[in-house]
């Protein structure tokens, strides 16, 4: 886990946002695994923290979340480092934001 995606857990738990860090995931059909940055389980959403790791791999991403989305019933919120960094309680406000208006 990034010490940017630490700062977001924080952030998110200061928000009273229950959740769990690097939390994998399977389902029937899938040839392996993939490990979400950060699931809200009261909300049934994940958390995508696009650091460096993800730079050049969009397409990818976007396969992984179609997958969660459609296979597990669970939409992807991603945020940039850059956000987090700046400040990382207001970026937690804009996920529970576009949850809220999710769900």
Known sequence: MTRTHMKLS?????QGE?????VRFCAPG????????????????????DGPSHYGRERRDRIRDTKF????GIPTIRIRNSEIERDADRA???I?????RLW
Do not use: C, F, M, P
Request: aromatic share 10%; glycine share 2%; net charge positive.
């Open 10 to 14: 924080e952030a998110l738990r200061h």
């Open 30 to 49: 899938w040839e392996y695994g993939y490990t979400a940055d950060i699931y809200l389980s009261r909300r049934r959403a994940l958390v995508e923290v």
């Open 92 to 94: 937690a406000r804009k």
């Open 96 to 100: 529970l934001s576009q949850l809220n």
């Open 18 to 22: 229950q959740h769990r860090n690097e």
């Open 69 to 72: 989305r459609e296979d597990l």
